[in-house]
């Protein structure tokens, strides 16, 4: 999820929907699925989402919620996936791992004292993108025709890359990281209420008079996800430290500090792993009729909770004549 402390450091402003029109966003599926999921699930009843087996797949409800907003704000969405975890990042996984099932623990004590409030809170904050979480994710997306791409390791390096190429013209994240993959323009707030905030690479650097180098080393010095950071630096001062210093190396020969495996952390924003092999075809053509089959009926998900979702998409499709999305 990378360092909330990037933002200090980020070019960020409001941005108005009207201003993205007609453009495509490369979306980090798991971030903005993870986000709806949990908000599906602290408010919406069990069984609403809840198979005869006992299946959870909130997920759909949250799609059938999240998507309308590009529809309706003629963006073409692109869904990257996440494809296998980074091997210096497991450990970073491992640790949340160990979060959620002390979560969960505390989750089990909710129920047997019959806490609604708690059990709410703590179902939402539970959630985790199971197998078949992401299946039916990428089903229901594949009957509403919304471009899918498989990343070869994180879904947020590939939807940078593939913007800096200039495939796309946003990144779609909540993760700061997308500033340190070199994002040119990240789109946040994408599953919030109201208009979303614009991240700008490019006016991040010239604020500070830093290169793209620069920035990844102070980020490093700050704490990321493939590293702790070292105590006593935050924003002001990383970035003081490599301006004066030059870059990662000098700042900690400066401070006398050593960060395990910092020239492979360096290169995992400067130059991940992310694949060319990507054809995006963005004639779009919702088949609704076979998204709601699919939804309701063949995973038996409360047809009120998804029935007005489907219907911002008709409205919208009809509303452009399909100029956009055909």
Do not use: C
């Amino acid at each position: 999820m990378g360092n909330a402390d990037l933002r200090s450091l980020a070019a960020i402003e409001d941005i108005a929907f009207e201003d993205t029109g007609g453009s495509v966003i490369a979306v980090d599926a798991h971030n903005w699925l993870y986000r709806y999921l949990t908000t599906t699930v602290k408010f919406t009843r069990d069984e609403a989402y809840t198979t005869a087996d006992g299946e959870e797949v909130a997920n759909l409800i949250g799609v059938a919620q999240g998507l309308p907003k590009f529809f309706e704000h003629d963006l073409t969405p692109v869904f990257v996936f996440d494809g296998a975890v980074i091997d210096l990042k497991e450990k970073e996984v491992a640790e949340r791992r160990e979060a959620r099932e002390k979560r969960e623990e505390k989750l089990e004590a909710a129920r047997q004292r019959g806490d609604t409030a708690e059990i709410a809170r703590l179902d939402s904050q539970t959630q985790r993108l199971t197998e078949t979480i992401l299946t039916t994710t990428r089903e229901l997306l594949g009957h509403l025709d919304v471009p899918i791409i498989d990343a070869p390791a994180e879904g947020e390096a590939q939807a940078s890359y593939m913007a800096r190429q200039g495939s796309v013209d946003y990144v779609g994240t909540e993760d700061y990281d997308a500033l340190l993959l070199g994002a040119p323009l990240t789109l946040r707030q994408l599953t919030s209420s109201g208009d979303p905030e614009l991240m700008d690479f490019e006016a991040t650097l010239d604020h500070h008079g830093i290169t793209w180098e620069q920035l990844v080393d102070a980020a490093i010095l700050m704490g990321t996800d493939f590293n702790p950071g070292i105590s006593g630096i935050g924003p002001k001062t990383s970035i003081k430290l490599v301006t004066e210093h030059g870059d990662l190396w000098g700042a900690l020969d400066a401070r006398d500090e050593h960060i395990d495996h910092a020239d492979r952390i360096r290169d995992m924003f400067l130059d991940p792993t992310v694949t060319d092999d990507y054809d995006l075809e963005l004639t779009v053509e919702p088949d609704l009729d076979s998204a709601r089959a699919f939804v309701t009926g063949e995973w038996g998900v409360a047809a009120d909770e998804v029935n007005r979702g489907f219907e911002r998409i008709e409205e919208s499709v009809v509303q452009s004549g399909l100029d956009r999305w055909t």
